[in-house]
Structures are given as C-alpha cells and as structure tokens.
C-alpha cells in the first residue's frame, strides 16, 4: 500500500529555518491535495498547509502565513513544507496527510486518506 515518508524534522532555534519533506512510496499514485498538519504536546491536531497537487494552488493556517511555503515535486511525488522564522510555538509532531481524489475541503483532517508517521520539530527559546 502506499506510504508517506517524512523527514527534515529537528532542533532549532527560534527564528530559524527548517523545510520538512513527504515522499509518497507509491509512485504511480497521483493525488489531489496533499496537507500538512501538527500536533503540540496536550493540543489538538491542527491545520498548517495543504497544496493541490495539479493546479498547485496552496493553502495556509492564519498562524503560518508569510512564515511558510509549501510547495511539490510532481516527478518525485514529494511535498515540502518550508518553515522559515520558527517560533517555540510552532514546536509540534508534523504530519502530511495525502487524498487520492477530490474532497470538500483541503482543511479538514478527515479529508484524507493516507498520513505519514510524523517528524517532530523542536524550536527552542
């Protein structure tokens, strides 16, 4: 079955950078968006960003706007999340969520179908 590959996730310190990616195992798949979202320890799992995967339009949490840049590779089946002037607040468990069909929203979580295992970022004070 495909998989979701994540990396790029570590320690930093706040106003640095980090660009996460999201490899789909399954090559030949081809989706129609592909989302980011975090969990932060005792919070609930939230929205980051979410691209569609032909078009390319993109979308963004209020809270990461002019911070971070998502953005696809269509021949490596990759999604990237760059994160730029990290807070302590962006501390989380990142997850890509990819769907292989249209759905009704790019913000819901129950929108797609397949996760990756999460990267854990950690931006220190």
């Known amino acids: 079955q495909v998989q979701l590959v994540e990396s790029g996730g570590g320690l930093v310190q706040a106003g640095g950078s980090l660009r996460l990616s999201c490899a789909a195992s399954?090559?030949?798949?081809?989706?129609?968006?592909v989302a980011w979202f975090r969990q932060a320890p005792g919070a609930e799992r939230e929205f980051v960003a979410a691209?569609?995967?032909?078009?390319?339009?993109?979308f963004y949490a209020d809270s990461v706007k002019g911070r971070f840049t998502v953005s696809r590779d269509n021949a490596k089946n990759t999604v990237y999340l760059q994160m730029n002037s990290l807070k302590p607040e962006d501390t989380a468990v990142y997850y890509c969520a990819a769907r292989p069909g249209r759905g009704t929203s790019y913000y819901a979580a129950s929108e797609y179908d397949y996760w990756g295992q999460g990267t854990q970022v950690t931006v220190s004070s």
């Open positions: 399954g090559r030949t798949f081809r989706w129609s968006a």
């Open positions: 691209i569609s995967w032909s078009g390319g339009a993109t």
